[in-house]
Nanobody, 122 residues
Framework: QVQLVESGGGLVQAGGSLRLSCAASGRTFSSYVMAWFRQAPGKEREFVAVISWSGGSTAYADSVKGRFTISRDIAKNTAYLQMNSLKPEDTAVYYC???????????????WGQGTQVTVSS
């Protein structure tokens, strides 16, 4: 069992930066793939980024590539999403998720956090 708690969301101007954190409980955190998804009002939840259990492999949605960076600190049981050059279209609730395989689909992930709101003003 893994419990996930996101933090770090907020209101930022376009071009600004935020770093989201996802704190995980459970002794098997290091064996899970960690991912970030986001959901804007009226839209489906979409993939943002994923990192392998070792941290050696990452993948990003085209819309955030070059601006967002996913990382993890196994010793702290925490995953991060550094978001730079933010745009108004990045506004959404951001969720972290844990799963067994590197996938971009929502249904591939077993555990989810409650989400943190990110709002980017123009």
């Amino acid at each position: 069992q893994v419990q996930l708690v996101e933090s770090g969301g907020g209101l930022v101007q376009a071009g600004g930066s935020l770093r989201l954190s996802c704190a995980a409980s459970g002794r098997t955190f290091s064996s899970y793939v960690m991912a970030w998804f986001r959901q804007a009002p009226g839209k489906e939840r979409e993939f943002v980024a994923v990192i392998s259990w070792s941290g050696g492999s990452t993948a990003y949605a085209d819309s955030v590539k070059g601006r967002f960076t996913i990382s993890r600190d196994i010793a702290k049981n925490t995953a991060y999403l550094q978001m730079n050059s933010l745009k108004p279209e990045d506004t959404a609730v951001y969720y972290c998720a844990a799963g067994r395989h590197i996938r971009v689909v929502v249904t591939s992930y077993d555990y989810w956090g409650q989400g943190t709101q990110v709002t980017v003003s123009s």
